[in-house]
Nanobody, 119 residues
Framework: QVQLVESGGGLVQAGGSLRLSCAAS????????MGWFRQAPGKEREFVAR????????YYADSVKARFTISRDNAKNTVYLQMNSLKPEDTAVYYC????????????WGQGTQVTVSS
């Protein structure tokens, strides 16, 4: 079982930055894939970024490429999402999720953290 707790959300003006954190506890393995997703009001949840605990390639949605960066601190069991040049359309609840391995579904989810970008 894995528990995920997000933090770092808030209200920011367009062009600003925020860093989200996702603290993982319980059983974690290097094969785990950690992802960030978001859901805006009235819209479906969408993929934002992902990485593996063991390192390797990172992947981003086209809408956030070159603005967002996913990273991890294995010693702290924490995954981060650095969000720069924020836009009003980035407003959403952001969720951290974990999959046991690449290609598997995301089985564990955090409770979400609200990000609001004002214009």
């Amino acid at each position: 079982q894995v528990q995920l707790v997000e933090s770092g959300g808030g209200l920011v003006q367009a062009g600003g930055s925020l860093r989200l954190s996702c603290a993982a506890s319980g059983r974690t393995f290097s094969s785990y894939v950690m992802g960030w997703f978001r859901q805006a009001p009235g819209k479906e949840r969408e993929f934002v970024a992902r990485c593996q605990w063991s390192g390797g390639s990172t992947y981003y949605a086209d809408s956030v490429k070159a603005r967002f960066t996913i990273s991890r601190d294995n010693a702290k069991n924490t995954v981060y999402l650095q969000m720069n040049s924020l836009k009003p359309e980035d407003t959403a609840v952001y969720y951290c999720a974990a999959a046991l391995a690449v290609g598997m579904r995301y089985a564990y989810w955090g409770q979400g953290t609200q990000v609001t970008v004002s214009s």
